[in-house]
Nanobody, 125 residues
Framework: QVELAESGGGAVQAGGSLRLSCAASGRTSSRYAMGWMRQAPGKEREFVAGHTWNGDSTNTVYAASVMGRFTLSREIDKNILYLQMNNLKPEDAAIYYC????????????????WGQGTQVTVSS
C-alpha cells in the first residue's frame, strides 16, 4: 500500500503562485506513475499533470488548461512530487489530489491506484 501526503495548498489572488508537494511512502516504486488530479465544487475530478519514469526516460503530461502555467517535477530518489502553479486563475480553485500508480496515458487520462487526502487551493479574483 502506498501512502501519499500532500502539502502546500492555500489561498492566493489571481495571478499568484503556489507549490504543492506530495510525499509517497509505503510500498513505493520509483518507476510508477505519479500525478495530480483536482476537483472543484460541483464538477468531476479531472486530470492536471502526471509523470512517469521507466529508468531511462521520463514522460510528463499536462492538461491543456494548465499547460504553460503549471510545472511538474519529481525527486525520484525521495519519492516526492511537486506541482509549481503560476499565474493561477479562479478556475484553478479546487481540491488537489496527489495520485500514484496505475496507468497514465499520454492523452492525459490517468487511472491511479492510490490517492492522497487532498489539499485545498483557493484563488480569488
Amino acid at each position: 500500500q502506498v501512502e501519499l501526503a500532500e502539502s502546500g495548498g492555500g489561498a492566493v489572488q489571481a495571478g499568484g503562485s503556489l507549490r504543492l508537494s506530495c510525499a509517497a511512502s509505503g510500498r513505493t516504486s520509483s518507476r510508477y506513475a505519479m500525478g495530480w488530479m483536482r476537483q472543484a465544487p460541483g464538477k468531476e475530478r479531472e486530470f492536471v499533470a502526471g509523470h512517469t519514469w521507466n529508468g531511462d526516460s521520463t514522460n510528463t503530461v499536462y492538461a491543456a488548461s494548465v499547460m504553460g502555467r503549471f510545472t511538474l517535477s519529481r525527486e525520484i530518489d525521495k519519492n516526492i512530487l511537486y506541482l509549481q502553479m503560476n499565474n493561477l486563475k479562479p478556475e484553478d480553485a479546487a481540491i488537489y489530489y496527489c495520485a500514484a500508480g496505475g496507468v497514465l496515458y499520454s492523452s492525459g487520462q490517468y487511472y491511479p491506484d492510490s490517492w492522497g487526502q487532498g489539499t485545498q487551493v483557493t484563488v480569488s479574483s
